[in-house]
């Protein structure tokens, strides 16, 4: 199946301070999503981004499909960006969602 | 509208209970899915439906009964649990196209099994 690795997988970060997370993945896509899970385990959608760029308020990401990554930007954190990020995709040919290990982000007053 | 319900929240049980976990829907979702998830892991797949049909089991114990009643209910039945299933259970829905196929989570339901 497809690989998904996720980079750093601890990040500690001052109130106000800008982050990039990373995800790789191993084969072609049809479905990247960026999830943050809160500490009560609830999956929050961030983004769908097979390919491009995509902005909402704080957060950003970017996918370059053909060199097999995306980012996730992080802008002036806040406490309540603490959490776990995860990058989750689809192959081309299939509805399962391959999860990455995850990057456990605090962030600190 | 892009909520998934689950419930309970939490589920305590003995390992001779019967218990259901329950997922709905309400977007016209037509694939729907179950997760588990462990402690400091990620999610794994256990099951999806297609148009209310089983596509994929990833090799689940047969202790774990999926059923989808509609196409907007998703229900996992659950019997004889062992303490290692004790984990984060958790209902996805998707459009089902290929072309774009975004996952909604519900919360989870956070079982214990005694």
């Known amino acids: 199946g497809i690989q998904v690795e996720q980079s750093p997988p601890d990040l500690i970060l001052q109130e106000g301070a800008n982050s990039t997370l990373r995800c790789n993945f191993s084969?072609?896509?049809?479905?990247l999503q960026w999830f943050h899970q809160n500490p009560w385990g609830q999956l929050i959608n961030l983004f769908y981004i097979p390919s491009g760029t995509k902005q909402n308020g704080r957060l950003s990401a970017t996918t370059v499909a053909t060199e097999r990554y995306s980012l996730l930007y992080i802008s002036s954190s806040q406490t309540t960006d603490s959490g776990v990020y995860f990058c989750?995709?689809?192959?081309?040919?299939?509805?399962?969602?391959?999860f990455g290990a995850g990057t456990t982000v605090t962030v600190r007053a | 509208d892009t909520e998934v319900t689950q419930t309970p929240k939490h589920l305590v049980m003995g390992m001779t209970n019967k218990k259901s976990l329950k997922c709905e829907q309400h977007?016209?979702?037509?694939?729907m899915y179950w997760y588990k998830q462990k402690a400091k892991k990620p999610p794994e797949l256990m099951f999806v439906y297609s148009y209310e049909k089983l596509s994929i089991n990833e090799s689940v114990p047969s202790r774990f009964s999926p059923e989808c009643p509609n196409s907007s209910l998703l229900n996992l039945h659950l019997h004889a649990l062992q303490p290692e299933d004790s984990a984060l259970y958790l209902c996805?829905?998707?459009?089902?196209?290929?072309?774009?196929?975004?996952?909604?989570f519900g919360p989870g339901t956070r079982l214990t099994v005694l």
């Open positions: 084969d072609s896509v049809n479905n």
């Open positions: 996805a829905s998707s459009r089902v196209s290929l072309g774009y196929n975004e996952q909604f």
């Open positions: 977007m016209g979702h037509r694939a």
């Open positions: 989750a995709v689809c192959s081309s040919n299939d509805y399962k969602l391959s």
